[in-house]
């Protein structure tokens, strides 16, 4: 059955994290995140425009924190956009990092938590909107073989421990982040997978990572704008976005594998 959708009008904004200037995490192989989150940022604009949402827009911006990121959110709220996706790589606290050699320079690294992360912010002004989304990336990530990392919810993360909020597609909670709370529309922002990881890294930096990442990307928006114009009947076909509401503790206890 056909959705509603009206792909040519669906506007999503792709959020480059970082700045040039400012570039966020270091790789395992001193590569700057931003240039990872540059490079799959475009190829995520482009698996949208051969989807048909020509609307598709890359937000790069070049004014640093905090400013830069209160402008991000006020670009995305000024073209009326219908959904808004911050691209990241990750890292882990300084104190987790171990060090080795690489090409004749001291680098950082830590092996241990390899996969995507997702996040939204329960003060979004559409929560529901925010934890659908991050719910149907998780399952399309997912379904092309991807994973979460679960590291998120241990003790051991200090002040950046998170909620769990949706244990099956791996979305957490982290209602400070600016791009996502002062946005006036459903946000998620993405960790990509884990660029400290010596593994992982090369990994994301392979374009076959980044077109199974890409590809997850479309379909979920997809999939989202299906379910958000779509005949109820499209909609129940869809993925219980009950499952995503069910609150999971962020205990150790409570982590799904
Ligand atoms: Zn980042």
Redesign the pocket.
């Known amino acids: 059955m056909p959705d509603s959708c009206q792909r040519a009008r669906f506007r999503v904004v792709v959020d480059v994290?970082?700045t040039l200037a400012v570039p966020?995490?270091m790789s395992a192989r001193g590569i700057p995140?931003y240039a990872f989150?540059l490079q799959l940022s475009q190829d995520i604009k482009q698996a949208l425009l051969d989807a048909g949402f020509v609307q598709a827009d890359l937000l790069i911006t070049t004014t640093a924190p905090w400013r830069g990121l209160f402008e991000r959110a006020a670009y995305a709220n000024n073209i009326h956009a219908d959904l808004f996706i911050a691209i990241?790589?990750d890292s882990v606290p300084d104190k987790l990092m171990q060090t080795w050699e690489y090409a004749g320079q001291q680098q950082g690294y830590n092996d241990d938590y390899p996969g995507y992360a997702i996040f939204i912010s329960n003060d979004n002004s559409d929560r529901a909107g925010s934890l659908l989304f991050g719910h149907l990336l998780g399952e399309e990530l997912q379904a092309r073989g991807l994973h979460y990392t679960p590291h998120y919810t241990l003790p051991l993360m200090g002040h950046r421990r998170r909620e769990l909020i949706d244990a099956e597609a791996g979305v957490y909670r982290y209602d400070q982040l600016i791009v996502l709370r002062m946005t006036r529309m459903p946000a998620v922002l993405l960790e990509a997978g884990s660029i400290v990881n010596r593994q992982e890294e090369l990994e994301l930096a392979s374009p076959e990572r980044r077109s199974l990442t890409s590809a997850a990307v479309a379909a979920a928006v997809e999939d989202f704008c299906a379910a958000r114009s779509g005949p109820v009947t499209a909609r129940l076909a869809k993925p219980s976005p009950k499952a995503a509401v069910q609150p999971v503790r962020a205990t150790a206890g409570a982590l799904p594998r």
Do not use: D, S, Y
Request: hydrophobic share 10%; proline share 0%.
């Open positions: 994290g970082h966020g995490a995140e989150n990241h790589h």
